[in-house]
């Protein structure tokens, strides 16, 4: 097993520092992913939040798409959050015409769904696997999971509140095998479990290899 697995940010816009201090703080390496030969490095990959329409213009002009693409066949573990859970869904609503994604995680996900009743919105979630306590969940213009198929496991949902209404009980945490997404930031809170166990997804899987 690999003590210190190197995880790349992609690092073409959004909060890429937030994620490197938190992936630090769950005993990873960092390496700030621009160009093709960066993503060679890695043994797993964080897609920050931030706007999946620039992040997948940037991917193209960057020549980062197709590799991304190649490697996620090839079972690297990715962290999708937010923007980055958008460039990890195989099925997108509410892009802009012709945005692509990467795509890996059979789901759709629609764009700015809980922006349409506010620009932020806070929940706590149960995570399946990160503990009892549930996560204060901070969503920012975020997507969330219309469906799955049924290859994905669901990880969390925003709370039921006792009122229900638009945002109650959404799927914003899915895991597919090696490939993970929140619609959330879980950079910003300051409690790193979803790095922790993404950190140790990546572990388990270099040592399997
Ligand atoms: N709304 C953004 C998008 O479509 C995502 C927002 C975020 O990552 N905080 O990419």
Redesign the pocket.
């Known amino acids: 097993m690999t003590a210190v697995p190197t995880i790349g940010v992609l690092a073409l816009q959004?909060?890429v520092r937030e994620h490197a201090r938190a992936l630090e703080a769950a005993g990873a390496r960092t390496l700030d992913v621009r160009r093709p030969e960066e993503l060679d490095q890695v043994d797993g990959l964080v897609l920050?939040?931030?706007?999946?329409?620039?992040?997948w213009r940037l991917a193209r002009s960057f020549d980062l798409l197709e590799p991304l693409r190649k490697r996620i066949e090839a079972g690297l573990p990715v962290y999708g959050?937010?923007?980055?859970?958008?460039m990890l869904a195989d099925r997108i609503r509410d892009?802009v015409a012709g945005q692509e994604t990467a795509g890996g995680i059979d789901m759709t996900v629609r764009?700015?769904a809980f922006?349409r009743q506010v620009d932020s919105f806070e929940s706590d979630v149960v995570l399946t696997g990160m503990g009892d306590v549930p996560y204060h969940a901070v969503?920012?213009?975020?997507?969330w999971v219309e469906s799955v198929g049924d290859a994905v496991e669901v990880l969390g949902r925003t709370a039921p509140v006792p009122e229900g209404g638009p945002n109650a009980g959404r799927i914003v945490a899915v895991r597919q095998g090696r490939l993970m997404a929140t619609a959330f930031?879980p950079e910003l809170t300051g409690d790193f479990r979803v790095h922790h166990y993404f950190a140790d997804l990546v572990r388990r899987t270099t040592a399997e290899e």
Do not use: K, L, Y
């Not at 959050?81 to 958008?86: E, V």
């Not at 969503?139 to 997507?143: M, T």
């Open positions: 959004g909060d920050p939040g931030g706007e999946s329409t620039t992040m959050s937010c923007a980055g859970m958008i892009g764009r700015n922006g969503f920012i213009r975020a997507p930031h």
